[in-house]
C-alpha cells in the first residue's frame, strides 16, 4: 500500500542528546514537509523540501536540520539546541509542479518525542 | 500573527444534527483552503478543500462554504455520527501560480467536535 511511514511511534532520549526522526514515503510524491503540533496548537511548519538536495526553512527551523538525498526519505534531526524538543512531530507529503497548482498533504501517522 | 483562527476550541452535538465548524483567516493571498480531521496520536487525514474560484464543495456529508469577502469558511457536517468526533483542522494556502504564493499550508489551531450518541 502506498503511503508514509514515521518511525519510531514513540521515542526517548535524554537532554543534551541529538535525534534523527525517520520519515519515508512511496507515493512518489515531489514534496516533503515536517510539522510539530503542540497540546492546544495547530501545526507548524519546520522545514520543507520540494525537490531532492533542495529544503527551505519553515516558521519554526531553529533547533533542528533536514536532509534530502532520496526522494521517498526526509529525515528530521532534532539537535540540543532546540530547547522545547518534547512533541508530536508529524511528517507529510505532497505532488509538487507541473500545473496543478494546489495540492493536498498527505500526513503520516506521527512520532511523539519525549526528551527527559 | 495567526494567519488562520479557529476560534471555538471545541464543539458538542448529538448524533444525527449538524455539525458547523468555523474558520477564519486574514491572508488575502490564500486562494485555496483545506479541512483535516485528526484522531489522538494519529496523522491527520484529508477531508475536503475548496478553492477561492468556488463558494461550496460538498463531499457526501461534508460541505465547506466559502465567503471571501468576510474571509470566513465553515465546514457543515450533516448527519452527525460519533465516528466523526476528532479534531478538525482548518489550513490555507496561496498557489504557487500567484506571486508571493508557495503551497505551503498554515494551520488553524483546531476545533475538538464531539458527536454524543
Known amino acids: 500500500d502506498g503511503g508514509i511511514t514515521q518511525s519510531p511511534k514513540y521515542l526517548f532520549r535524554k537532554e543534551g542528546q541529538n535525534v534523527t526522526l525517520s520519515c519515508e514515503q512511496n507515493?512518489?510524491?515531489?514534496?516533503m514537509y515536517w510539522y510539530r503540533q503542540d497540546p492546544g496548537q495547530g501545526l507548524r511548519l519546520i522545514y520543507y523540501?520540494?525537490?531532492?538536495?533542495?529544503?527551505q526553512k519553515g516558521d519554526i527551523a531553529e533547533g533542528y536540520s533536514v536532509s534530502r538525498e532520496k526522494k521517498e526519505s526526509f529525515p528530521l534531526t532534532v539537535t540540543s539546541a532546540q530547547k522545547n524538543p518534547t512533541a508530536f512531530y508529524l511528517c507529510?507529503?505532497?505532488?509538487?509542479?507541473?500545473?496543478?497548482?494546489?495540492?493536498?498533504?498527505?500526513f503520516g501517522p506521527g512520532t511523539r518525542l519525549t526528551v527527559l | 500573527d495567526q494567519q488562520v483562527k479557529q476560534n471555538s476550541p471545541s464543539l458538542s452535538v448529538q448524533e444525527g444534527r449538524i455539525s458547523i465548524l468555523n474558520c477564519d483567516y486574514t491572508?488575502?493571498?490564500?486562494?485555496?483552503f483545506l479541512w483535516y480531521k485528526k484522531y489522538p496520536a494519529e496523522g491527520p487525514t484529508f477531508l475536503i478543500s475548496?478553492?477561492?474560484?468556488?463558494d461550496k464543495n460538498e463531499d457526501g456529508r461534508f460541505t465547506v462554504f466559502l465567503n471571501k469577502s468576510a474571509k470566513h469558511l465553515s465546514l457543515h457536517i450533516v448527519p452527525s455520527q460519533p465516528g466523526d468526533s476528532a479534531v478538525y483542522f482548518c489550513?490555507?494556502?496561496?498557489?504557487?501560480?500567484?506571486?508571493?504564493?508557495?503551497?505551503?499550508?498554515?494551520f488553524g489551531k483546531g476545533m475538538k467536535l464531539t458527536v454524543n450518541p
Open positions: 489550513a490555507a494556502s496561496a498557489s504557487r501560480l500567484t506571486q508571493g504564493g508557495s503551497e505551503k499550508l498554515v
Open positions: 507515493l512518489n510524491h515531489d514534496a
Open positions: 507529510a507529503s505532497s505532488i509538487y509542479g507541473g500545473t496543478i497548482s494546489y495540492n493536498e498533504q498527505f
Open positions: 491572508n488575502s493571498m490564500f486562494d485555496y
Open positions: 475548496i478553492s477561492s474560484i468556488k
Open positions: 523540501s520540494q525537490i531532492v538536495n533542495d529544503f
